[in-house]
């Protein structure tokens, strides 16, 4: 079993930024890709970014590239997703996720994922 806290999320203005934090503990060491996704009111969840625990390679949706930067702290088994440039779309409650059987490589496939956390909610006002 693998438990994974995330936070970090809050109210924030459009352009600003905020950094989501997941504290992974249990069997932590067995983790291969983490994620981040998001879901907004009456929409289906949806890929942020992934990391490659090991590795660290990355992989971000196309409508973060360039604004979010995910990375990880192996000593601390916590994952982070620095948000900038925020925009009101942006707006949902965020997802931290653990792959832990599937592929190594960052996948944006949310069946690779079998532990969540239990979400933060971020705002971004217009």
């Known amino acids: 079993q693998v438990q994974l806290v995330d936070s970090g999320g809050g109210l924030v203005q459009a352009g600003g930024s905020l950094r989501l934090s997941c504290a992974a503990s249990?069997?932590?060491?067995?983790?291969?890709?983490m994620g981040w996704f998001r879901q907004a009111p009456g929409k289906e969840r949806e890929f942020v970014a992934a990391?490659?625990?090991?590795?660290?390679?990355?992989s971000y949706a196309d409508s973060v590239k360039g604004r979010f930067t995910i990375s990880r702290d192996t000593a601390k088994n916590t994952m982070y997703l620095q948000m900038n440039s925020l925009k009101p779309e942006d707006t949902a409650v965020y997802y931290c996720?653990?792959?832990?059987?599937?592929?190594?490589?960052?996948?944006?496939?949310?069946?690779?994922?079998?532990?969540w956390g239990q979400g933060t909610q971020v705002t971004v006002s217009s």
């Open positions: 996720a653990a792959n832990t059987r599937q592929s190594y490589y960052p996948s944006s496939r949310i069946q690779n994922y079998d532990y």
């Open positions: 249990g069997r932590a060491f067995s983790t291969r890709v």
């Open positions: 990391i490659s625990w090991s590795g660290g390679g990355t």
